[in-house]
C-alpha cells in the first residue's frame, strides 16, 4: 500500500510539473517542441475560432488520442497512463482560468525554453520512472510502433519533430529554431534525469571477514549479499568476494562500515542505473 501510495504522489507530481512548464512557458513563447502540446500551440495560433485555446485543445486531443489508443493499441494501454493524460488537461485548464496568460512571463525567450525543458523532462521522467506516461505523442509513437517497422524511440522523435518544424511556419524563424532546440535537449534531459532517479551502486569487496560485513548488509541494510572464494595470486591467501547493490544514499554507511570491519577490504564500486529484482525495480 505505501508504495502504491508513493507512485501515486510521484504520478500527481510529475503531471503537475508538466502541465506548469506547458501552459506557463511553452504556450506562452510557442515553443512547440512536441507532443500534444506543441500541436495545440500550433493550432490555437493557426484557428480562427477563440474558444479553442491551447488548454481546451489538449484536452480535445488527449481524449481522442485516449480513444484511439484503446482502439489500436489495446493491452499495452494502461490505466496510469489514463489517469496522468486526463490530469494534465485538467492541470492546464485550471492554470488557464486562474491565471490567464496572453503573453510570455519574461522578456528572456532562451530562459524561459530552459526552464520549460527542465520542468517537463523532470515532469516526465518521474512518470516514466512510476511506469506511467502523458499519453499524447506517446499513444501515436505507439501505435506507428505496431503497424510499421520503427520502433518506439524513433516513431516517436518522428512525430514530435513533424510539431516542432511546423512552428517555422505559424511563429517563425526564431521560435521555430527554439522549438528544434528544445526537441533535442528535452531527449537528453529525460534520459539524464530517469538514470539519475534509478542510480545504485553496485559493490564489488574482496575482503577476510566476510561474515561481519555481510552481516551488516542483510541485518541492517536489508540488502541481499553473494559471496564467492578467492585466492590472492601473489599472496596465495585464501579471501572472499562479496557482490551487494544498494541504493545511492546507502552507500556511503556501506563504505563507512567495510572500512571499520575490515580497513584492509578491497573495494571497487560501480554505477548502476538499472538494477532489475527484489528490493529495486521489478522485472
Avoid at 479553442?52 to 497512463?81: D, E, H, R
Wanted: with cysteine.
Amino acid at each position: 500500500m505505501l508504495k502504491k501510495l508513493k507512485s501515486f504522489l510521484f504520478m500527481n507530481l510529475g503531471t503537475l510539473l508538466l502541465s506548469v512548464g506547458v501552459y506557463f512557458f511553452k504556450i506562452p513563447n510557442g515553443f512547440a517542441t512536441g507532443g500534444v502540446s506543441g500541436i495545440a500551440t500550433v493550432l490555437a495560433k493557426v484557428l480562427p475560432f477563440e474558444f479553442l485555446t491551447p488548454a481546451v485543445l489538449i484536452i480535445i486531443f488527449n481524449v481522442i488520442l485516449l480513444v484511439v489508443g484503446f482502439i489500436f493499441v489495446n493491452k499495452q494501454f494502461g490505466i496510469k497512463t489514463v489517469y496522468c493524460t486526463l490530469l494534465y488537461s485538467a492541470f492546464t485548464y485550471i492554470f488557464e482560468l486562474l491565471v490567464p496568460l496572453d503573453k510570455p512571463l519574461t522578456e528572456q525567450p532562451l530562459l524561459e525554453l530552459v526552464v520549460a525543458m527542465m520542468l517537463t523532462a523532470v515532469g516526465s521522467a518521474i512518470l516514466f520512472n512510476a511506469d506511467a506516461s502523458s499519453g499524447g505523442t506517446d499513444i501515436i509513437a505507439m501505435i506507428m510502433k505496431k503497424y510499421t517497422a520503427l520502433n518506439v524511440g524513433m516513431a516517436l522523435l518522428i512525430a514530435d519533430a513533424l510539431v516542432a518544424f511546423s512552428s517555422f511556419f505559424v511563429f517563425g524563424i526564431t521560435t521555430g529554431l527554439f522549438s528544434v532546440l528544445g526537441l533535442f535537449v528535452k531527449a537528453f534531459l529525460i534520459d539524464g534525469i530517469i538514470e539519475n532517479l534509478n542510480m545504485c551502486k553496485y559493490f564489488t569487496i574482496i575482503t577476510e571477514k566476510p561474515d561481519e560485513i555481510c552481516n551488516y548488509i542483510m541485518q541492517s541494510m536489508h540488502r541481499g549479499v553473494t559471496k564467492f572464494d578467492a585466492e590472492g595470486a601473489f599472496s596465495h591467501r585464501n579471501k572472499k568476494v562479496l557482490l551487494t547493490v544498494c541504493r545511492r544514499h546507502e552507500a556511503h554507511l556501506l563504505k563507512a562500515k567495510i572500512k571499520e570491519i575490515d580497513p584492509t577490504a578491497f573495494i571497487m564500486i560501480t554505477n548502476s542505473s538499472e538494477i532489475l529484482g527484489h528490493g529495486f525495480r521489478s522485472l
